[in-house]
């Protein structure tokens, strides 16, 4: 891996364990200006204090295990896939584990340019059958 390719792997790294203390404002040193993240039902913000809300508003607390990263490199940009599985609590305390997710975010010269963000948290939600296998 170049090491323009690792820094824009560290610069999601350094996000995604800002965003989950949650510390929105510290993410957003990891982004670009005209940040965009394109976040589960295509719902788009501008900051990463975009999707910790949405998130302080869907579950009562929600974390991270992330299995891996698949990185790419992309002319002068990474393209780095983060994924694994959301674990955390409902609004009303039930705790939940094993809900997939994927962030793929296009990065260059450290800088995350954009994400998007996906995850069964809405199908789950509809079917809580479903999270129970």
Known sequence: MSDRTQADLTAVQDYLAASMAPDPVRAATFVAPGFVCRFTGGRVFDTPSGPTGFNAARYKWVKKRIERYD????GDCTIVYSLG??????????????????????VRDGLILDTDVWNDSAEWLLDPSIAKG
């Open 71 to 74: 990185v790419v490199p992309d």
């Open 85 to 106: 599985y959301l674990y955390g609590e409902w609004p009303d305390g039930t705790p939940f584990d094993g809900n997939r997710y994927i962030d793929r975010f296009t």
